[in-house]
């Protein structure tokens, strides 16, 4: 279990990383002055886009290093999420059932 928040906190600081460069890039906000389907638009879009994603993420992982007592442990049945998923998603809050559950629930 310990070494589980070890790569959360590890990727977390990644994460961190990737959402300050991404910050500093979306200053430089285009000239939406300039010529309509100007590509730098394009892809500030797509770095705002995958920052909101990054932050997400990031807030996901916060609570759960925040809440360690409850990690492993499926937020929606209460069992123990298997090991080997875990080692796949570290930041799942489903079992592997439940998953397939909500899954074919949002289908
Ligand atoms: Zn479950």
Known sequence: MEDRTIILQRELEQL???IAALE????ETPDY???RG???VTQWELDYALLQQ???RAAN??????????????ERCGEQIHPD?????P??????RCAREEKARVL
């Open 61 to 74: 992982l916060e609570r759960l290093l925040s809440d360690k007592s409850s990690y492993g442990i499926c």
């Open 54 to 56: 990054l932050r997400e």
């Open 16 to 18: 961190r990383a990737q």
């Open 24 to 27: 500093r890039a979306l200053q």
């Open 91 to 96: 930041d799942t809050r489903l079992c592997a």
């Open 85 to 89: 998923r875990l080692a796949v998603l």
């Open 33 to 35: 002055g300039l010529g």
């Open 38 to 40: 100007d590509p730098a």
